[in-house]
């Protein structure tokens, strides 16, 4: 489902940008939350599943059940629900906060092992990478089983593998050669 994450970066990129310049990031940040959590709604997702429920009537449902939307936010709504793309607002809501943590320096990581870390493991990682990366970083820990050991670090495009089968693999390949 790549295609569902290069909509969502676009609509997020397209309200980042507003956003700036309206110099309403954290405004954004909010109505965005609060869209998120009523298109969450058991009554708004049936309603918008169901094709008999038109655009009009659909919008009027969700004016119903938050009507201290704004109106650029209610814009933004009746574009998803247009588009069939109310299932993507996490997602657009995930891409938009990336993009807004990235404007204030902050970088996300993820950070996978084989087994649970705990607390000061957790923020030694994240200490070590803020240090490295000279920026605020927002961590985020799996637990991976499938990693014997060690860990991987995902920042954004790149990927550090430092998992006991990788360095295996190379040992192996410098051996073979």
Known sequence: MPEAGNVARRYAAG???LAQEEKAIDTWRAELSKLDELLQDDVLVAAFQNPAVGVKRRMELAKLLAPELRPETEN???????????????EIREAFERLA???????????????DLDEDDRRRYQQ??????????????????????????????????????????????????
């Open 76 to 90: 933004l709504l009746r574009l998803l629900v247009e588009h069939h793309r109310t299932r993507s607002i996490h």
């Open 15 to 17: 309200i980042f940008q």
């Open 128 to 177: 070590e990478l803020a240090r490295k990366l000279g920026r605020k970083v927002n961590v985020r820990f799996l637990t991976d089983p499938a990693i014997v050991g060690g860990a991987t670090i995902q920042i954004g495009d790149h990927l550090v593998d430092g998992t006991v089968r990788t360095q295996l693999a190379r040992l192996r390949q410098e051996l073979l050669s």
């Open 101 to 115: 943590d990235e404007a204030s320096g902050i970088v996300h990581a993820t950070v996978a092992t084989a087994i």
